[in-house]
């Protein structure tokens, strides 16, 4: 199971939360976080908790209840209540499949710092998330050694400042907006005094797993900011977007916010044409551009979730004759030690 210090949750949960208290911070730490209780609301078959908790053990569950209103009770396939179930499944050693599977720990030269590509950083600011996704790529990240505090996130501005190739700073974690505005506002302060800096890009899921969180204040310090503003959503079915998370879109492009997003291609979740496409046009009335669609990175505890790269580009191929181009998603895949994502597509006979 994820570890984190207690320092590092103090940063990113408030201390009290007031009965009845609707606001994010209540909604994120109300989250719920037990399989007995997630079987019992969705009226699901008590023979799933064997499973559920042996899942749970190795990762724990973690929902909040906006998300978990957009699940059909009672239905087992359904596609977001796979996103977040926990399986005995977890448990199966699959060979190719390893706790760290993008190699990031040989690309980390501070801590909450990883550096991978030319031009471009990625800063961990926060430990935690909203949502804990079964098939997280960073289910085994050490958050511990990568949660900076304050002062020791100067080491990594000042790695920033003395390389003036980086144009980008990309705030990641667990989510960067599970921490406090107060915090992320401090950050983004201190980006941008880096003269060289062009851009923020933001990768989060609080959008979408609890809409709520794009208030006023965080719209005043993201609004505020020189750098340009890029946040890259992480949605990977039709059923995760409605009406609240269209309407947390539209408050974020109000502030010139670019919206791409990026989706997993999962088993039994989207490895469909139609899920697919209804994803993708969903997305464009939500005011967002499909980004990429990724194939599964192989971190121990998902391999039930992976589709075969030739499956995946047989939908890819199908799809695009269903689809205007600019609702096509790029289908890659993340290499440790390549300079860029890597396409996939047919190969040559």
Known sequence: MITRSPASLQRVIPATIEKGDSSWQAQLSGALRDPRVLLSRLKLDEALLPGAEAGHALFEVRVPAAYLARIRPGDPNDPLLRQILPLSAESDTVQGFVSDPLEEAEHTPHPGLIHKYAGRVLLIASPICAINCRYCFRRHFPYGENSPSRAQWNDALNYMRNDTSIQEAILSGGDPLASSDKRLSWLVKRLEEIPHLKRLRIH?????????????????????????????LHINHANEIDDAVIKACARLQSIGVTLLNQSVLLRGVNDSVEALAALSERLFEAGILPYYLHVLDPVSGAAHFDAPDDEAVILVEALRERLAGFLMPRLVREVPGEKSKSPLSLRSP
């Open 204 to 232: 989060t899921r609080l959008p979408v797993v609890i809409p709520d969180r794009i208030d006023g204040t965080l719209l005043d310090w993201l609004g505020a900011t020189r750098l340009q503003k890029v946040m890259v």
